[in-house]
């Protein structure tokens, strides 16, 4: 789950030039109950041989957000997402293999594809993170330990030099491999995040930092700092058109998942919450286009990105009815979407 300002206009221009040439953008298809049986078809379309997953069907596509900053992106989501609907992907074996030659002799994971620096620390704690939890879902495991990679993070202080969407990253890891969250790296994430908190509960002032601290305390097991604040603010940003893009595209191209979130796993049963879930699926429909897949936002092409936190959307709100809520780990699938409200993982 990465944001990146820099790609916005880009996307702009690529959604604007895939409608000029007849790619099918905003044209729901069917009734909700093909819903996951016409996004599986999309995500075997874009399977390669390698055992990757392209960003779209479509190669003249270069991907949006994850999909274009790392090729273990689209493995990742099309892992997590088979596991929690219990589908069969074309080729797991491959896709294995895919990730493993991903992994270098330190343990760490590197993007093959994609614009992300491998060397960069960002690039680093993404992909070893992406790597760990798509072959937990496939039912492999790393082939070196990557767990020393992550002192890498807290020499220094760095993990404070990136972004705040990336603090949910470290306890998803040691999950992913299941494994105790170090102490001291856990007392360290959770001071810095509680001492940067506002009053109202977020993070950065921006919907994705408080997600991701949302998350970071659903994985530790722990109440979340100023959760009914986080609540508050979340319902009073919602659009009328039920999404929560409220900055500029790219920094808001997972916004609706993550507020989708924070409603769910923090705002009880209340009935104003419940309408804003209800609203917030709607308009992740409004992004499903003709192809069986998503965009990221209405009449923008679908990406296998999107496809994750659209679809991960409606799981949430409760409209696959396939979902498997059950799973043990679903604290280790992605970003949450499969977790349940109030359980203690792990």
């Not at 219990?86 to 896709?95: C, E, I, K, M, N």
């Not at 696959?320 to 359980?343: E, V, Y």
């Amino acid at each position: 789950m990465i944001e990146d300002a820099n790609i916005c206009r880009r996307d702009l221009l690529a959604g604007a030039a895939a409608a000029a040439a007849g790619l099918s953008m905003g044209a729901p298809i069917g009734e909700p109950d093909d819903l996951a049986a016409s996004t599986l078809a999309f995500i075997r379309r874009c399977a390669r041989e390698d055992g990757g997953y392209a960003p779209s069907p479509d190669p003249k596509y270069g991907g949006n957000s994850d999909t274009a900053l790392s090729d273990l992106a689209g493995v990742t989501y099309a892992a997590t997402l088979a596991k929690t609907m219990g589908w069969q992907l074309p080729d797991p074996a491959r896709s294995i293999e895919f990730i493993h030659r991903h992994q270098r002799d330190d343990g760490s994971f590197v993007n093959m594809g994609g614009r992300m620096d491998p060397s960069s620390d960002l690039a680093m704690l993404y992909n070893t993170t992406q790597g760990v939890v798509a072959l937990r879902a496939l039912g492999a495991r790393p082939k070196i330990d990557p767990a020393p990679v992550m002192a890498r993070f807290f020499r220094n202080d760095a993990y404070r030099k990136l972004p705040w969407y990336t603090t949910s990253f470290y306890p998803l890891f040691y999950a992913a491999l299941g494994r105790r969250f170090p102490e001291e790296y856990d007392n360290a994430l959770r001071q810095w995040q509680t001492a940067s908190q506002a009053e109202d509960g977020f993070l950065g002032d921006h919907v994705a930092a408080t997600f991701h601290m949302a998350h970071y305390f659903r994985l530790i097991g722990l109440p979340t700092p100023r959760a009914d604040g986080m609540v508050q603010r979340v319902l009073k940003m919602q659009k009328p058109d039920g999404g929560f893009d409220i900055k500029q595209p790219s920094w808001d191209v997972h916004a609706c998942f993550d507020a989708m979130f924070i409603l769910r796993q923090l705002g009880g049963d209340a009935p104003e919450v419940k309408r804003a879930m209800e609203r917030a699926a709607d308009w992740a429909m409004k992004c499903r286009n003709a192809d069986g897949g998503f965009g990221h936002f209405p009449g923008w092409p679908s990406d296998m990105d999107a496809v994750y936190f659209q679809f991960g959307t409606l799981i949430q709100a409760g409209r696959i009815a396939q979902a498997r809520f059950d799973l043990p780990d679903a604290h280790t699938l992605s970003w949450g979407h499969a977790m349940m409200p109030g359980k203690v993982y792990g």
